[in-house]
């Protein structure tokens, strides 16, 4: 049991599960923020379009009195449009995020390097760029 707890303990501590850890926080902060933009901006637009008709409160009853079973349709119409616009905002920020670093990308490319080596004047070798002398046939160079 002790050896279960140890591995449970490096896998908690190691980074990924903190990464993920604040990604579900954040995400469920941005659920809000995006509920609250279909719910109190999306759908009153949408609702004066329509003539004053409220999708969210569209259903159907099957059945007389309080017992009646509903089908809320609108409700998840709502949640379609809350999951597109979910859907939407993150391609946007991935999309931006993978153009950022290509572009990163190309600019370490195009960085040209120095050079290492260099050629021997005398026996056209493959040498060190910093050698004052050629390995290879000993001659001294400038």
């Known amino acids: 049991?002790?050896?279960f707890f140890e591995e449970f303990k490096k896998f908690i501590s190691?980074?990924?599960v903190m990464d993920m850890a604040v990604g579900v926080i954040i995400g469920?902060?941005?659920?809000?923020?995006v509920n609250s933009l279909?719910?109190?901006?999306f759908m009153p637009v949408l609702s004066l379009i329509t003539g004053g008709f409220d999708i969210a409160g569209m259903s159907v009853?099957?059945?007389?009195g309080d017992n009646a079973a509903t089908l809320n349709y609108g409700?998840?119409?709502s949640a379609?449009?809350?999951?597109?616009l979910i859907a939407l905002v993150i391609f946007c920020i991935i999309k931006a995020m993978n153009t950022a670093k290509d572009k990163m990308i190309r600019k370490a490319e195009e960085e040209p390097k120095a050079p290492t080596t260099k050629k021997c004047p005398y026996c056209m070798s493959e040498i060190d760029?910093?050698?004052t002398r050629c390995p290879h046939c000993t001659s001294e160079l400038q």
């Open 38 to 41: 279909v719910n109190d901006i």
């Open 14 to 16: 190691r980074g990924n």
């Open 129 to 131: 760029i910093q050698a």
């Open 28 to 33: 469920g902060a941005f659920t809000a923020i």
């Open 61 to 64: 009853s099957f059945g007389v």
């Open 75 to 77: 409700a998840f119409l």
């Open 1 to 3: 049991m002790k050896k």
């Open 80 to 84: 379609v449009i809350n999951f597109l």
